[in-house]
């Protein structure tokens, strides 16, 4: 038998339970896992030497920059970190320059990925002005449609509850995802008229401008209008209790709400800003211990559904601007999973869990066929993780152009050796292996499904 790849001596994560045994990869799909590889020959062997082989970590919220904003990153540089951290699949949000707001720039935003990308890459859309222009974007095979409730990236006017019924009841009709931003324009603007003339530091007036009260306020209008609308809602980074709660008790009624949440508001609090300053500023905010334990209590407990990295590159320059003059982001592709991992280790997490969280739901929820699991007929994408391994997490080392982070100095105890994306080895050993533009754009085929 001739494969194109065989990975032996591995330990597998199949099917719940940790196998011994090969995986054997052909056409860019696993064809087979099999306890004695020996007599196979393929066109290329892999030696996992006893070590964990993922399923690859699909991101469904990520900032790939490009366009006008490369010099922040670009889909090469942006693509090569996902890959250095053990993540296969990413989806792209809307907000670059200009965004993504109409069929016109996505095929743009394609056709320059389609020559840079190393991994697997899907789109989001902006909710665009024009609710006729819905489905045609549907039909170009976006992931989702993405809504900046604080701050939208077209003339939507989403402080009119009549039009946001509108264009949710329209998202609904083709069972495409509508992802939130979770903050309320009105508390903002309210928030920011009431501490003119303040003597604040500027970053007691950004924690007092983007509440835990706005994300709450914003989750609840949501969740009444996909009550509805029967829209498919997706909560981005939730970051509180509250939030977490609101959520909760939605799922019990049954609601079609499915959330978020990101590595930097698990292991990261309003403290850090005392180190960090603007390199740890983000939207949302950190927040405090108690919606950090709050946080974790959700991933166990099944109320959130995915961990994404929620990837927002920066220059450095730009991070050292003024408190309230820097950007909000936090790059992330290169500290998730090794930081997770570390929690299974712990005991914080079953890696069951991590899983679900990193791979399996995120497929699910998002469409992707043939992903997130390693399973024959699966799409081969793959990590390999040494849990014996202790590493030192080292900005300056990123593939990312953003060669920040508030981990920085951060010991993890499990090291990503090795990344292949279907059936093509991309990164080994913190290399990029793969040729320029050998990554696949995906598209949500069968948006009726």
Same mark, same amino acid.
């Given at each position: 038998?001739?494969?194109?790849?065989?990975?032996?001596?591995?330990?597998?994560?199949?099917?719940?339970?940790?196998?011994?045994?090969?995986?054997?990869?052909?056409?860019?799909?696993?064809?087979?896992?099999?306890?004695?590889?020996?007599?196979?020959?393929?066109?290329?062997?892999?030696?996992?030497?006893?070590?964990?082989?993922?399923?690859?970590?699909?991101?469904?919220?990520?900032?790939?920059?490009?366009?006008?904003?490369?010099?922040?990153?670009?889909?090469?540089?942006?693509?090569?970190?996902?890959?250095?951290?053990?993540?296969?699949?990413?989806?792209?949000?809307?907000?670059?320059?200009?965004?993504?707001?109409?069929?016109?720039?996505?095929?743009?935003?394609?056709?320059?990925?389609?020559?840079?990308?190393?991994?697997?890459?899907?789109?989001?859309?902006?909710?665009?002005?024009?609710?006729?222009?819905?489905?045609?974007?549907?039909?170009?095979?976006?992931?989702?449609?993405?809504?900046?409730?604080?701050?939208?990236?077209?003339?939507?006017?989403?402080?009119?509850?009549?039009?946001?019924?509108?264009?949710?009841?329209?998202?609904?009709?083709?069972?495409?995802?509508?992802?939130?931003?979770?903050?309320?324009?009105?508390?903002?603007?309210?928030?920011?008229?009431?501490?003119?003339?303040?003597?604040?530091?500027?970053?007691?007036?950004?924690?007092?401008?983007?509440?835990?009260?706005?994300?709450?306020?914003?989750?609840?209008?949501?969740?009444?209008?996909?009550?509805?609308?029967?829209?498919?809602?997706? @909560?981005?980074? +939730?970051? !509180?209790?509250? #939030?977490?709660?609101? &959520?909760?008790?939605?799922? *019990?009624?049954? =609601?079609?709400?499915?959330?978020?949440?990101?590595?930097?508001?698990?292991?990261?609090?309003?403290?850090?800003?005392?180190?960090?300053?603007?390199?740890?500023?983000?939207?949302?905010?950190?927040?405090?211990?108690?919606?950090?334990?709050?946080?974790?209590?959700?991933?166990?407990?099944?109320? @959130?559904?995915? +961990?994404? !990295?929620?990837? #927002?590159?920066?220059? &450095?320059?730009?991070?050292? *601007?003024?408190? =309230?003059?820097?950007?909000?982001?936090?790059?992330?592709?290169?500290?998730?999973?090794?930081?997770?991992?570390?929690?299974?280790?712990?005991?914080?997490?079953?890696?069951?869990?991590?899983?679900?969280?990193?791979?399996?739901?995120?497929?699910?929820?998002?469409?992707?066929?043939?992903?997130?699991?390693?399973?024959?007929?699966?799409?081969?994408?793959?990590?390999?993780?040494?849990?014996?391994?202790?590493?030192?997490?080292?900005?300056?080392?990123?593939?990312?152009?953003?060669?920040?982070?508030?981990?920085?100095?951060?010991?993890?105890?499990?090291?990503?050796?090795?990344?292949?994306?279907?059936?093509?080895?991309?990164?080994?050993?913190?290399?990029?292996?793969?040729?320029?533009?050998?990554?696949?754009?995906?598209?949500?085929?069968?948006?009726?499904?």
């Amino acid at each position: 038998m001739l494969v194109d790849c065989c990975i032996e001596n591995a330990k597998i994560y199949f099917k719940g339970n940790i196998v011994e045994g090969g995986i054997l990869i052909d056409n860019g799909k696993i064809i087979k896992i099999k306890k004695n590889t020996s007599l196979i020959q393929s066109d290329h062997k892999i030696n996992a030497k006893n070590r964990l082989v993922l399923p690859g970590c699909i991101d469904v919220h990520v900032h790939l920059r490009d366009f006008k904003l490369s010099y922040k990153e670009d889909f090469y540089t942006g693509t090569c970190s996902a890959a250095k951290g053990g993540i296969t699949t990413v989806l792209d949000m809307p907000n670059s320059k200009p965004p993504t707001i109409n069929v016109n720039i996505l095929k743009e935003r394609k056709d320059i990925a389609r020559k840079k990308i190393v991994i697997n890459v899907g789109f989001y859309a902006a909710v665009p002005s024009e609710i006729e222009k819905i489905p045609l974007l549907v039909r170009e095979g976006i992931f989702g449609f993405k809504l900046y409730l604080h701050h939208p990236l077209t003339k939507i006017n989403v402080e009119d509850e009549n039009e946001l019924i509108k264009y949710f009841s329209e998202i609904a009709k083709w069972n495409i995802i509508l992802a939130v931003h979770p903050d309320d324009k009105r508390t903002i603007e309210k928030n920011l008229s009431l501490l003119k003339g303040k003597n604040l530091s500027p970053l007691e007036i950004f924690l007092k401008t983007y509440t835990p009260e706005g994300e709450r306020i914003a989750i609840d209008r949501c969740l009444k209008i996909a009550e509805k609308t029967k829209a498919r809602l997706h @909560i981005c980074h +939730i970051s !509180t209790s509250s #939030a977490l709660t609101a &959520i909760q008790i939605a799922k *019990k009624r049954n =609601l079609n709400v499915t959330c978020e949440v990101t590595p930097h508001h698990l292991f990261l609090k309003i403290d850090d800003f005392k180190q960090w300053k603007s390199y740890a500023k983000t939207l949302p905010p950190l927040r405090t211990q108690q919606d950090l334990e709050a946080l974790w209590k959700g991933l166990k407990e099944g109320v @959130i559904d995915i +961990i994404a !990295t929620d990837h #927002a590159p920066h220059t &450095i320059e730009e991070k050292e *601007k003024d408190f =309230l003059e820097a950007p909000p982001g936090i790059p992330g592709f290169e500290v998730m999973l090794p930081l997770m991992l570390t929690m299974v280790k712990h005991g914080k997490i079953s890696l069951d869990t991590l899983i679900s969280l990193t791979s399996y739901n995120p497929a699910k929820i998002f469409g992707l066929k043939n992903k997130g699991k390693i399973s024959e007929g699966s799409d081969a994408d793959l990590v390999l993780v040494d849990m014996k391994s202790q590493d030192i997490i080292k900005p300056e080392l990123f593939c990312s152009k953003a060669k920040y982070s508030p981990f920085a100095g951060w010991k993890v105890e499990a090291k990503i050796v090795a990344t292949i994306v279907n059936g093509m080895l991309v990164m080994e050993d913190g290399e990029i292996l793969a040729p320029t533009g050998s990554g696949k754009i995906l598209e949500r085929s069968d948006p009726l499904c």
